[in-house]
Every structure is written in structure tokens, then in C-alpha cells.
């Protein structure tokens, strides 16, 4: 699929690597709403406009070109001292050496190679989420440690998917969160040009709400909505029936702000979500039940909510 929309979003965080964060951001948003593919993405601006970015997709396992981007010689040299001898999962080893990385690359970059972005993608899942907190906390140390080399601005970015790890996090001074939602409608409207989709705009925002991997998942379906609830009721939603039980599973199908700790169990299966309403580089969603969005709680999309009703009808 082409890249769409993402502006405003790309527009925030690279005005704040060019002034420059005092915190790591941990970007957060529902299950492939397309962080790393907007991480990547202001990763290349910032290589392309002679900043030093660097992005690791913490999960990788043994091939360099997918734990790193972008491999330029530099970072070639520099890796093949830093990773000689140690065994895969790469991803993981890069996401714990960051700091030998960054300052090999910054004493061999050009002068104007002053302002870094870094971003380490998943590295909870990777590290697991208890070295979640130690771990954040030492990115703060090494943006201490950056402005110490003489670097003007910089920022660093975490992307996470799982609502433990936001929670974890929103306890410390040392980090701060960020939502980064599904793409507006217009956004998803372009998309859908590009791909010259058979499925009408407005059906598409009832079932996928702007979700691009869900997007992906009914064109695999032939642009079925039945078969994709259908598919989602079975696969994610009937255990989620069995974790939280018939009244609540029904009652947040209604409203999402409706049960607050069953909504915290279906944020731990990836179904809902927790919604910042300030702290959001993405227009945050307005409450609309249809689309399973309340004020502090929603549906991570209106599919997974039709899932719920499609399951719910039939037991
Ligand atoms: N702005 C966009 N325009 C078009 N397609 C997009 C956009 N953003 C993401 N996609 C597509 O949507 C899919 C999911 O994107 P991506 O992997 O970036 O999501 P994610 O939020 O990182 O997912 P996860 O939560 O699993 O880490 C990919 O196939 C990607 O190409
Ligand atoms: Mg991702």
C-alpha cells in the first residue's frame, strides 16, 4: 500500500527533534495503526535533510537490514566492531548497544550532523516488559549523555502497541506518552484512491476506522466485511468474551467508557485503548459508539466492536 496522510503527525515530532526533547516520547496507538511505517518515515526526513536518524526495529532477528535503517557505510564499519561475536536477535542486541552506536556515528559524522532522532521500535516486546522502566530510563540518560557530545537537538522515540507498557511508563517523569491514532477519514479516503479500492469510502471508516493493516486484512478478503467480523469474532474476540464475560464484553460494545477494568483487560489483548486526548500527536478520535469510540476508552477499530456484537448475537 502507498503512504498516506501523516502530515500533521510527522509535522509534530519533527519540530520537536529540532527543538529538542528533555524526554524520550513513547508513541502509542492501536495495533497496526502504522507507527513504525511513521517512525520510518521521519527517520529517512531527517537522513535525507543531513540529521542523523536512526531507527531499530527491536524485534529483528538476525538480518541487519531489517533490525536497522538506514545501513549506510558508516553504520556498516561501526556494526561490524560493535556486533562482532554476539549471536542474534540482532534487533535486541542494537536496541541494548544504542549508546556505543550513536557516539561511534556521531565522532565519524560530517559537522553538520548535529541533530539526532533516534527511534527503537518494540522494544518492550523484545526486552520484555520488565525491563521496561530501566530501559526508558536509560534512554533518558543517553539523551543527557547526547546533549553532553555537543549535539544541538535531539529526540528519541519508543513505539509500543501493548497498554502495559503505557501504563508502566505513565508513571515516571522521565518519559512522556503520546498517542498516534488510526488515519483520519480524509487520510483514509486517499488511501483507498491510491489503491483504487472496490469498497466505498464511508463502509470502509465504519469497519476499519482508519486502521491500515485491517485495510490490508479485508482486501485479503476480498473486500468482505462479513468475512473479516466473522474472522475477527472467532480468532481475537471469543477469548476476549471468555477473559471479561458476557455483561461487560456486551456493556463496552455499547460504550467503551462503560467498564473501565474489563476495558484494561482488552487493552492487554490489543482490542481497546486507552485514548490521550492531550498528550496525542494525531487528532484525537471524537466519542462516536458506532465506532466504538468513547471519551477515555475505545475500540483499537469499529471492526473489533462489530466482532464483539457478531459474537455476542450468536451464543
Ligand atoms: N500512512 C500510511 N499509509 C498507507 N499505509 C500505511 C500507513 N501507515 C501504515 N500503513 C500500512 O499499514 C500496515 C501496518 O503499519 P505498521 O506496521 O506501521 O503499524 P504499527 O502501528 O507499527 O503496527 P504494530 O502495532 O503491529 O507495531 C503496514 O502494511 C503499512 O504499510
Ligand atoms: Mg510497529
Known amino acids: 500500500m502507498c503512504f498516506s496522510d501523516r502530515e500533521q503527525e510527522a509535522g509534530k515530532l519533527l519540530g520537536l527533534y529540532r527543538r529538542g526533547a528533555a524526554v524520550p516520547i513513547l508513541v502509542y496507538g492501536p495495533e497496526g495503526s502504522g507507527k513504525s511505517t511513521l517512525l520510518r518515515y521521519i527517520v529517512w526526513r531527517v537522513d535525507r ?130 498517542l498516534l491514532w488510526n488515519l483520519a477519514r480524509e487520510g483514509l479516503g486517499e488511501l483507498l484512491s491510491q489503491i483504487e ?29 462479513g468475512r473479516l467480523v466473522e474472522e475477527l469474532a472467532e480468532q481475537r474476540l471469543a477469548e476476549a468474551l471468555e477473559a471479561v464475560g458476557r455483561e461487560a464484553l456486551e456493556k463496552l460494545a455499547e460504550d467503551p467508557d462503560s467498564e473501565p477494568n474489563a476495558a484494561r483487560r482488552l487493552e492487554d489483548m490489543n482490542l481497546m485503548i486507552r485514548l490521550s486526548r492531550v498528550a496525542s500527536l494525531s487528532p484525537p478520535p471524537e466519542p462516536d459508539r458506532e465506532l466504538g469510540v468513547g471519551r477515555d476508552w475505545a475500540w483499537q477499530t469499529p471492526a473489533y466492536r462489530l466482532a464483539a456484537l457478531h459474537l455476542l448475537e450468536r451464543r
Open 49 to 178: 535533510d543531513g540529521g542523523l536518524g536512526v531507527y531499530i526495529d527491536a524485534l529483528s532477528g538476525g538480518d541487519l537490514e531489517e533490525a536497522i535503517y538506514p545501513l549506510t557505510s558508516a553504520m556498516r564499519s561501526i556494526l561490524a566492531d560493535l556486533l562482532a561475536g554476539t549471536a542474534p536477535p540482532l534487533g535486541r542486541v542494537l536496541a541494548v548497544r544504542l549508546w556505543d552506536l550513536l557516539r561511534g556515528l556521531l565522532m565519524r559524522a560530517e559537522a553538520e550532523r548535529r541533530r539526532v532522532l533516534v527511534v527503537v521500535d518494540d522494544v518492550y516486546r523484545a526486552l520484555g516488559l520488565e525491563e521496561a522502566e530501566a530501559y526508558t530510563k536509560r534512554l533518558y540518560e543517553l539523551l543527557g549523555r547526547l546533549y553532553g557530545l555537543g549535539v544541538e537537538s535531539a529526540l528519541v522515540v519508543v513505539a509500543t502497541s501493548e497498554g502495559a507498557s503505557r501504563r508502566l511508563l505513565a508513571r515516571h517523569s522521565y518519559a512522556s506518552t503520546s
Open 197 to 225: 479500492a472496490p469498497i466505498g469510502a464511508e463502509e470502509a471508516w465504519r469497519i476499519t476506522g482508519g486502521n491500515p493493516r485491517l485495510l490490508g486484512r479485508l482486501a485479503e478478503l476480498e473486500w468482505s466485511p
